[in-house]
Nanobody, 124 residues
Framework: QVQLVESGGGLVQAGGSLRLSCAAS????????MGWFRQAPGKEREFVAT????????GYADSVNGRFTISTDNAKNTVYLQMNSLKPEDTAVYYC?????????????????WGQGTQVTVSS
């Protein structure tokens, strides 16, 4: 059974940085695609970034492109989201997600496996 555990969230001032981690277990992920999504209070969950487990084929939401970087560490079975130049509008619960297959997908419904989320709060 796939298990995803996020960590690294917290409170940061605008302009600061955070790195989120997602520890994955329960499967061999070589043919999986990983994603980061977020949900702000009162808003729907939205796509942030995605990457193949092999470390290629990345995709980003327009709102974070150029500020966030997604990466994988296969030896540690971990996916990262490096977040720089954070803005108050980045405040949300951030979720790690996984799906089988290499195709680039950004839809929430296309990811069957989810972590519990980690809170990111950016103060102005």
């Amino acid at each position: 059974q796939v298990q995803l555990v996020e960590s690294g969230g917290g409170l940061v001032q605008a302009g600061g940085s955070l790195r989120l981690s997602c520890a994955a277990s329960g499967r061999t992920f070589s043919n999986y695609r990983m994603g980061w999504f977020r949900q702000a209070p009162g808003k729907e969950r939205e796509f942030v970034a995605t990457i193949r487990w092999t470390g290629d084929s990345t995709g980003y939401a327009d709102s974070v492109n150029g500020r966030f970087t997604i990466s994988t560490d296969n030896a540690k079975n971990t996916v990262y989201l490096q977040m720089n130049s954070l803005k108050p509008e980045d405040t949300a619960v951030y979720y790690c997600a996984a799906r089988s297959g290499p195709s680039l997908r950004v839809g929430i419904q296309e990811y069957p496996y989810w972590g519990q989320g980690t809170q990111v709060t950016v103060s102005s």
